[in-house]
């Protein structure tokens, strides 16, 4: 059964960094992406960023360029997302998420093109 599961969360302070983790197992079917998504209190859930499994292509939403870095591990079929700068208004519950199709700049970010997600990862920026 295909699994993602999440993991590097925890409390930082503002201008802290942290690392993400996503650890993909059990896929019958190879997926073409993973993204990372994020859901603050009050809000709804939006894309921080994706990697396109077969070429690397990678997308990052505006609040997340400039800070957060996406990268894999084909070998640990371990997605990462490294984060900076962090500040309160990062603060969500982080969700990885993967997709049998291959998205573009236009789609990566819509949470119905994914198949799969993980449990989340609580982040929280604060001092």
């Known amino acids: 059964q295909a699994q993602l599961v999440e993991s590097g969360g925890g409390l930082v302070q503002p201008g802290g960094s942290l690392r993400l983790s996503c650890a993909a197992s059990g896929f019958t079917l190879d997926y073409s992406a993973i993204s990372w998504f994020r859901q603050g209190p009050g809000k709804e859930r939006e894309g921080v960023s994706c990697i396109i499994r077969n070429d690397g292509t990678t997308y990052y939403s505006d609040s997340a360029k400039g800070r957060f870095t996406i990268s894999r591990d084909s070998a640990k079929n371990t997605v990462y997302l490294q984060m900076n700068s962090l500040k309160p208004e990062d603060t969500a519950v982080y969700y990885c998420?993967?997709?049998?199709?291959?998205?573009?700049?236009?789609?990566?970010?819509?949470?119905?093109?994914?198949?799969?997600w993980g449990q989340g990862t609580r982040v929280t920026v604060s001092s």
């Open positions: 998420a993967a997709t049998i199709y291959t998205p573009y700049s236009g789609s990566w970010a819509r949470p119905y093109e994914y198949q799969h």
